[in-house]
């Protein structure tokens, strides 16, 4: 597996991740836990590096299974992992989010022994709370660095002028942030801030929650838990219309002997050195499918083509039901 770093931090992780939201549900009910530990360790074999959990996965769930899962190796992996959502310590959701200092450090704790660690590799603000300046949060994370119990400070889903303060305070290694051919707001601000500051950039849902792997289309049905259902761009309309989008993908994927989802990662890699992708299943053979796409090299007549192909597509529907929207690009 070829290794990227992040930004200027040094963080050195594999080009292609690995993102474990989706072993203990949201897409579909958590998959048996065995076997998942037996994915993620496969992943370990394939040369993956690079993991992404949260404490507000389960809750708690993803991250104990990632910590079991990665105990065998855990000094040769880079674990990230979140804190900023409202959960008390036995996992109850009060709502919204709290990034309060003393939150944070508990939540610090609490995931180090979950991730069974000595220090978490890369802890992101889960999501930017109104209520907290970001200095404040950026250095109760400072705090936690200078007692090595974090070693990376990253963000997730903030503003370019919300990475600016932070980092003003302590420099962020990662912005973690949804990003696809199908999705490229990043591109008009954040991404040219994080190249200016020299952060990193992790983009989720890379393969846009499964759409852009070809396998989904306006007759596809999802089990009635599945997130995707509470999704505009998941309507039949909306799948229909977006398919143009995996067209594209498609007729490059035939001249390079790739699949749609290759194509769309290895898009995601062109665009940046030190972008790294967070591919997510519970499949072996789509996680061999996804690493395989750290191969693939796009010509500039490949990225031309995928360029201007994607100029005369829309994305029909939003991304996020309307009160998650609400906590994004603060």
Avoid at 167 to 179: G, K, L, N, R
Avoid at 324 to 329: A, D, I, P, R, S
Wanted: proline content about 5%.
């Amino acid at each position: 597996m070829k290794k990227r770093t992040l930004g200027k931090s040094g963080l050195e992780v594999s080009a292609i991740g690995f993102g474990c939201m989706g072993m203990t549900g949201v897409y579909n009910a958590p998959a048996d836990r065995q076997n998942m530990i037996s994915l993620v360790r496969a992943a370990v074999d394939f040369g993956v590096t690079f993991f992404d959990t949260a404490e507000a996965y389960g809750p708690f769930a993803n991250e104990k299974l990632v910590g079991e899962a990665l105990a065998p190796v855990r000094d040769q992996v880079v674990i990230a992992t979140k804190f900023g959502f409202d959960i008390a310590p036995d996992g109850t959701r009060r709502g919204g989010t709290n990034s309060r200092p003393k939150h944070i450090r508990e939540v610090a704790e609490a995931s180090l022994r979950r991730l069974k660690g000595d220090a978490i590799d890369l802890f992101y603000q889960h999501r930017v709370d109104a209520a907290v300046p970001i200095e404040d949060v950026a250095g109760a994370v400072k705090e936690l660095i200078q007692q090595g119990k974090v070693k990376h400070f990253g963000l997730s889903e903030a503003s370019a002028a919300t990475i600016r303060r932070a980092h003003a305070v302590q420099p962020a290694t990662a912005v973690q942030s949804e990003y696809s051919l199908w999705w490229r707001e990043q591109e008009k601000e954040v991404l040219p801030a994080c190249e200016e500051l020299g952060i990193g950039f992790v983009p989720f849902s890379p393969l846009g929650a499964g759409f852009l792997t070809g396998k989904i289309d306006e007759h596809t049905s999802f089990e009635g838990w599945d997130f995707r259902n509470m999704v505009p761009r998941f309507t039949p309309e909306a799948r229909k219309a977006n398919l143009a989008f995996v067209d594209l993908l498609r007729s490059v994927a035939v001249r390079k002997n790739a699949t749609p989802a290759q194509i769309a990662l290895a898009w995601l890699l062109a665009q940046k050195p030190w972008i790294a992708p967070i591919p997510g299943t519970t499949k072996l053979h789509r996680l061999e499918e996804n690493i395989g796409a750290a191969e693939v090299e796009l010509t500039a007549d490949d990225l031309g083509d995928i360029e201007h192909g994607a100029a005369g597509i829309e994305m029909q529907g939003e991304r996020l039901p309307g009160a998650l929207l609400n906590m994004v690009g603060r």
